[in-house]
């Protein structure tokens, strides 16, 4: 599947025992799988895993919050502008950064009774349909869309719905 190319660097607090660049692939693809416009490997995306104080730093000064987040997006382009890149497969368009804190991501995914690794992927899932030009935080319609295409991406991977009820 041919999928946003990620340009990954990864902190060593993320540790070695999971392949994250591999685990990030696939939730590209995922992605690329569920929204026809992210399966062009033109669309660059840098994908940051850093540790909290990273996440703090960069959250503080972009969104005048003075605490970690578990992942921040900061798209390049509008949806138009990516529905346009997507569709001229010659012309490369940088999507955006992406970066997750690695203990915000640890201790949501304790909280929730699920692995590290299927957090993280549902969260780099979730970062890039913001690069795609989706938003949670516009309305319920828009809540419940994105929702929907984390749930499809997610279940491609063999992850569990994170919005299902317990």
């Known amino acids: 599947m041919i999928a946003a190319t ?4 990864i902190d060593p607090v993320w540790g070695t025992a999971t392949d994250w660049e591999a685990l990030a692939n696939r939730a590209a693809e995922a992605v690329a799988a569920v929204v026809p416009e992210m399966a062009h490997d033109n669309l660059l995306v840098s994908l940051v895993m850093a540790d909290d104080e990273e996440v703090h730093a ?3 000064q972009w969104r005048a919050k003075d605490k ?19 569709a ?21 995914a304790a909280d929730k009774g ?46 569990a719905d994170p919005y299902a009820e317990i």
Do not use: W
């Open 6 to 9: 990620l340009e990954i660097d």
């Open 58 to 60: 960069l959250n503080k």
């Open 68 to 86: 970690p987040t578990n992942v921040l997006s900061f798209p390049m382009l509008s949806r138009e502008d990516v529905l346009l890149a997507a």
């Open 88 to 108: 001229n497969v010659a012309a490369p368009g940088m999507l955006g950064d992406l970066i997750l804190a690695h203990g915000v991501c640890s201790r949501e």
């Open 114 to 159: 699920i692995t590290v690794e299927h957090h993280t992927a549902h969260l780099v899932i979730h970062g890039l349909l913001h690069l795609a030009g989706y938003d949670h935080e516009t309305g319920e319609a828009d809540a419940e869309e994105m929702e929907q295409l984390e749930r499809k991406a997610l279940a491609l991977m063999g992850i």
